[in-house]
């Protein structure tokens, strides 16, 4: 890891502002487009990932996200692809962990859960207290469909382990018409009961994959109606940063949130960027524009040549994105998949 003095002189941050006065502080960089699963919704089954030559080495991406913390980032999301998969990964999470309380307040993960036997412990050791899963059913045989090579019983095994070394887990859920749609109530009582928070994301059209979107796709209108029936939801203002919009379900006691690009565009109050794997700062989830970090990584050892690049990436940002599905536009709004961007 890097081994240089970094500036900590708050009084010289000047925040990141995007020309609509939003204040980015809030960065997800994916650590690899590599996964142990190949989730129906996110990627093809035979994918062709990236040569490993391409995708920025951890000291290059500590670089990065010291340079964005530099210039007043509060919140990093370590994604991916599956971002445990990452050869030393845990090397560059302790590395960033050193910076919470020192510029950085939170550093967390996204995750597919099934390296979290392995590693809970040492994330808590390094400074992370919440966690992101992705699980969009409780049935085995399902999961086994929805992830094609997953095992639903490792990742549950994981989250029991995660909580036990001290880590909050949030669980993420992709309504899937056809799929889990009756299950995502259960799935929510389940969830609270084990202590975590529930978030329920719309289908996204990111990448070509084998199956149909429009066939996918469950408006979380609907499925928030039907959670009515079974649940009473008291508005709540709670926030981690991103774009879900939360209730408390009376019920249970627990969070309910809902991340809906599509019936309700969150783009309002964007904070965040997305930097990939290889080096690519994209300013929106749902538009192609982007600057090359890597190219300015290579070209030069001085941060503030990477931070003035950053800042004038930011100066581009779109006030949101185009995402749409309808028979009319069943393809994908971006052909990159989620994976390459970060999840």
């Known amino acids: 890891m890097l081994d240089k003095n970094i500036s900590l002189n708050k009084n010289q941050i000047q925040p990141l502002i995007d020309p609509f006065g939003r204040a980015i502080s809030y960065v997800r960089v994916s650590l690899t487009d590599r996964c142990d699963f190949r989730c129906v919704y996110c990627m093809a089954e035979h994918m062709t990932f990236l040569p490993k030559s391409d995708v920025l ?21 370590l994604t991916g692809g599956e971002p445990l998969v990452r050869k ?16 950085l307040e939170e550093l967390t993960i996204t995750t597919n859960g099934s ?6 412990n ?3 050791d390094y400074g992370v207290r919440r966690i992101n899963v992705s699980i969009d059913t409780l049935n085995s045989e399902l999961f086994s469909k929805i992830t094609r090579w997953g095992n639903l019983d490792r990742v549950l095994l994981g989250l029991k382990d995660a909580s036990k070394a001290g880590l909050r887990c949030k669980i993420n859920a992709v309504a899937l018409k056809g799929v889990n749609e009756n299950e995502l109530g259960d799935m929510v009582k ?9 978030t329920i994301i719309e289908t996204m059209p990111m990448g070509e994959i084998t199956e149909n979107r429009v066939d996918q796709y469950l408006p979380l209108s609907m499925v928030r109606a039907k959670l009515q029936e079974r649940f009473t939801f008291i508005e ?8 879900a ?8 006691g627990g969070t309910l949130g809902f991340i809906t690009p599509l019936t309700h565009n969150f783009c309002e109050s964007c904070n965040r960027v997305r930097v990939t794997c290889t080096g690519m700062l994209y300013m929106c989830l749902g538009q192609d524009d982007s600057a090359d970090l890597r190219k300015v990584i290579n070209s030069t050892s001085n941060d503030l ?27 994908p709004a971006v052909s990159r998949h989620m994976s390459v961007t970060g999840g």
């Open 305 to 331: 040549e990477l931070e003035n690049a950053i800042r004038e990436a930011i100066s581009r940002k779109p006030k949101g994105h185009d995402f749409e599905i309808s028979r009319r536009s069943a393809g």
């Open 122 to 124: 040492q994330l808590f």
């Open 236 to 243: 709540s203002n709670y926030q981690t940063g991103g774009p």
């Open 57 to 77: 080495s951890l000291e290059e991406i500590e670089r990065l996200c010291n340079a964005f913390i530099n210039l007043g980032t509060k919140k990093i999301r």
């Open 190 to 198: 389940w969830a609270h009961d084990e202590g975590h928070d529930f």
């Open 245 to 252: 919009r939360y209730v408390t379900l009376k019920e249970t």
């Open 88 to 103: 030393n990964v845990m090397n560059l999470i302790k590395a960033l962990g050193t910076r919470i309380g020192s510029g």
């Open 115 to 120: 390296q979290l036997s392995r590693f809970s």
